[in-house]
Structure formats: structure tokens, C-alpha cells
């Protein structure tokens, strides 16, 4: 049980966490820092593909950062929590999952799972935290791995719409790209105006200039 002030400093540190929003280490920063006031061996959060892979944006264990990886969700707990409700695996999830490498190689004995969602209610990771004993978490720390979960699927959610933003900004500038070397390559003079009193040219090729003496 978890004095007021105990609880006050865990939010606290949340709060520090969740300010960096935005940052390149928010997710390194965040499975940090559920692994020191959890006290688990183990946290990660994740990203799922549309091929059902989890691939991890950070990975806590053995108290210290590890390299990213992937896995498949079949046959791991992570398949029961994606687009699902949190799930808990007080003990023994080796032996409920025995398909699952990732288990075997932390060692681990006990997970505790929860979704993330896009802003838009899009299922897209997964936030999971393990121990190599079994494990019983009060309700301060539910609220701490829902709290967690919400913040890391905003997260996740903003720099997956960022990415989009960003290849179609570049798709878009690529098109227009092409359109103008299509067009100053055409001969004669190609153009697009407006159906106005003043004809408002909206693009035209450089052949105008040689059929009308004035720059496109």
C-alpha cells in the first residue's frame, strides 16, 4: 500500500516523463521509468504492423536500455492485448505461452499488457511490462500503466501522423516535380487558367515564351 506522499512522488516523476513529449527519448524515457516504480525486470512499448509485428520502440531490461526488435504476435500474450482490454499474467506466462522466445530469453514470469490507441481510437501498439517473479499490482499502479499507456498511444499517434504528413508532402512536391518537366519538355505552349473575365493563368510551360515572347 502506497502512502499519499509516495503516490504524489510517483506522479511526480510521470508528469517529468510526459513532458517530454515530442522528444526523441520519450519512449526510451518512458519504459525507464515504469521499470523503476513498478519494480519489474522488464518494459517495452511497441509499435504493431499490419503484418501483426510488434516492433519495439524501446525496450528496458536488466536495468538498462536494449536494442529494438521485432517479433510476431502469435502466440505471445502481446496477440491477446493489441485492440483489446490490459491483460495480466499474474505468474507462469512461460508455460501459457511456451511458442513465445521472447518470454524464454528475459526470463520472465509474470506480464502485464495494455493497448494503445490513436487519437482516433486506431489500435497501433502495445505497452507491456515483465517480471521474472509473479507479480500483483495494486490500484496505483493500474493507474500508473493506464496513465502510461494513454500518453505513449498519444505519442505514437502524433509521430505516426507527423510520418504521413511528411511522405505526402512529398509525394506531392515529386508530382509537381514531374508535372513541370513534362510540361517544359512538351512542344509548344501548355497552360492552365482560370475560367475568369481575365483568363488568370495558373501555370504555364516555358515554350510560352518562344510563341509569345513573354516569360512563363
Not at 519504459?31 to 523503476?36: D, F, G, K, P, Y
Not at 517495452?44 to 504476435?73: K, M
Not at 490500484?139 to 494513454?150: K, V
Request: hydrophobic residues 45%.
Amino acid at each position: 500500500m502506497h502512502t499519499r506522499k509516495e503516490a504524489a512522488e510517483i506522479f511526480r516523476q510521470l508528469a517529468e516523463g510526459f513532458g517530454r513529449s515530442g522528444h526523441p527519448n520519450f519512449f526510451a524515457t518512458l519504459v525507464e521509468q515504469l521499470a523503476r516504480l513498478l519494480t519489474v525486470d522488464h518494459a517495452l512499448v511497441a509499435v504493431v504492423t499490419h503484418d501483426n509485428i510488434a516492433e519495439t520502440l524501446a525496450v528496458w531490461s536488466n536495468r538498462g536500455l536494449q536494442a529494438n526488435l521485432s517479433y510476431p504476435l502469435a502466440g505471445t500474450p502481446c496477440e491477446t492485448v493489441v485492440g483489446h482490454e490490459p491483460c495480466l499474467y499474474a505468474c507462469d506466462v512461460r508455460s501459457r505461452f511456451p511458442e513465445d522466445d521472447l518470454l524464454s530469453q528475459l526470463g520472465a514470469d509474470s506480464y502485464m499488457g495494455l493497448p494503445l490507441f490513436a487519437p482516433d481510437g486506431t489500435a497501433i501498439g502495445l505497452l507491456a511490462v515483465l517480471h521474472n517473479q509473479p507479480i500483483q499490482f495494486d490500484g496505483l499502479e493500474n493507474e500508473i500503466l493506464r496513465i502510461a499507456a494513454a500518453q505513449a498511444g498519444a505519442e505514437l499517434g502524433r509521430r505516426q501522423a507527423e510520418n504521413a504528413l511528411r511522405k505526402s508532402e512529398a509525394a506531392a512536391k515529386e508530382s509537381e516535380r514531374r508535372l513541370n518537366t513534362l510540361l517544359n519538355h512538351l512542344p509548344g505552349m501548355a497552360y492552365r487558367c482560370l475560367n475568369n473575365q481575365d483568363w488568370t493563368m495558373q501555370l504555364v510551360s516555358k515554350g510560352a515564351e518562344a510563341l509569345t515572347w513573354l516569360p512563363a
